[in-house]
T-cell receptor, first 113, second 113 residues
Framework: KQEVTQIPAALSVPEGENLVLNCSFT??????LQWFRQDPGKGLTSLLL?????REQTSGRLNASLDKSSGRSTLYIAASQPGDSATYLC????????????FGQGTTLQVKP | ETGVTQSPTHLIKTRGQQVTLRCSSQ?????VSWYQQALGQGPQFIFQ???????GRGNFPPRFSGLQFPNYSSELNVNALELDDSALYLC????????????FGPGTRLTVL
């Protein structure tokens, strides 16, 4: 059974700092891994999707890496800004034909001005 | 192209009541998945509908039921509401199948008193 874990649960950094969020999964047989952003009480915004054949994806100040063999992914945020404050969730589809997403519990990030 | 929409935005019910939540899928998508997100947790898969048929179900009791209509919009119905049903309910639409990207709506916040 696939399990997804995110560490740390919460993170507070000063503005401008580079930071790394971690995601680990127990079953390396994944199709892809997706990182989401969630503002308080809101829905999920997809940030990056990495296919299993890829090692990393970049979008602006965000870079996500994937190491299937070790069951890990990282989300790197460069030059953090207060507007980056949110909860970041990673998710992988399970092996059933639904492709249902298995989520971690999220990392809540606060970037202080 | 319209994104995924959900209604209502917020809802307050009392224990024992019944509730219906609605989701309109993104144009061209034939699959809708529903997730429940309790406070401070990652979303949990409830069930998925593909072309009007249930296509997989998570660990939720039968009082959680759903429908998908010919235009691929969907409803989530919850009977005999319990306090623990208080959560953010998210729907996601996709083209279906393993590994396809899911696009999330803004969610419905349900509070059960």
């Amino acid at each position: 059974k696939q399990e997804v874990t995110q560490i740390p649960a919460a993170l507070s950094v000063p503005e401008g700092e580079n930071l790394v969020l971690n995601c680990s999964f127990t079953d390396s047989a994944i199709y892809n891994l997706q990182w989401f952003r969630q503002d308080p009480g809101k829905g999920l915004t997809s940030l990056l999707l990495i296919q299993s054949s890829q090692r990393e994806q970049t979008s602006g100040r965000l870079n996500a890496s994937l190491d299937k063999s070790s069951g890990r992914s990282t989300l790197y945020i460069a030059a953090s800004q207060p507007g980056d404050s949110a909860t970041y969730l990673c998710a992988v589809p399970d092996s059933s034909n639904t492709g249902k997403l298995i989520f971690g519990q999220g990392t809540t990030l606060q970037v202080k001005p | 192209e319209t994104g995924v929409t959900q209604s209502p935005t917020h809802l307050i019910k009392t224990r024992g009541q019944q509730v219906t939540l609605r989701c309109s899928s993104q144009s061209g998508h034939n699959t809708v998945s529903w997730y429940q997100q309790a406070l401070g947790q990652g979303p949990q898969f409830i069930f998925q509908y593909y072309r009007e048929e249930e296509n997989g179900r998570g660990n939720f009791p039968p009082r959680f039921s759903g429908l998908q209509f010919p235009n691929y919009s969907s409803e989530l119905n919850v009977n005999a509401l319990e306090l623990d049903d208080s959560a953010l309910y998210l729907c996601a639409s996709s083209l279906g199948g393993q590994g396809t990207k899911q696009f999330f709506g803004p969610g419905t916040r349900l509070t059960v008193l």
